[in-house]
Nanobody, 118 residues
Framework: QVQLVESGGGLVQAGGSLSVSCAAS???????????MAWYRQESGKQRELVAS???????NYADSVKGRFTISRDNAKNTVYLQMNSLKPEDTAVYYC?????????WGQGTQVTVSS
């Protein structure tokens, strides 16, 4: 079983910055088979949506709504993925979930709230 522990998030004014991080438990499977990590977000009453993803090799993908404002990165040695969020907007308010694909199985973090006030 892979555990994803998120930290960060919180409340910030529009235009501000926040960062979130997610550490995956270090097991043989995660060390050698955790190919994709990502951040999703879910607003109340809406479907969960992809924010950004990153492969083990560092290839990234972003939702159009966050391109140029958010940066995803990972530290393979620490099994950790980060999301730096700049120029935040009220519409970025959501619960942010960490995602990991490990040997064909999907794992989710517990979610962390990000609230952007106008």
């Amino acid at each position: 079983q892979v555990q994803l522990v998120e930290s960060g998030g919180g409340l910030v004014q529009a235009g501000g910055s926040l960062s979130v991080s997610c550490a995956a438990s270090r097991t043989t499977r995660t060390i050698f088979s955790m190919n994709l990590m990502a951040w999703y977000r879910q607003e109340s009453g809406k479907q969960r949506e992809l924010v950004a993803s990153i492969t083990r090799g560092g290839l990234t993908n972003y939702a159009d709504s966050v391109k140029g404002r958010f940066t995803i990165s990972r530290d393979n040695a620490k099994n950790t993925v980060y999301l730096q969020m700049n120029s935040l907007k009220p519409e970025d308010t959501a619960v942010y979930y960490c995602y990991a694909l490990v040997a064909g199985s999907v794992y989710w973090g517990q979610g962390t709230q990000v609230t952007v006030s106008s």
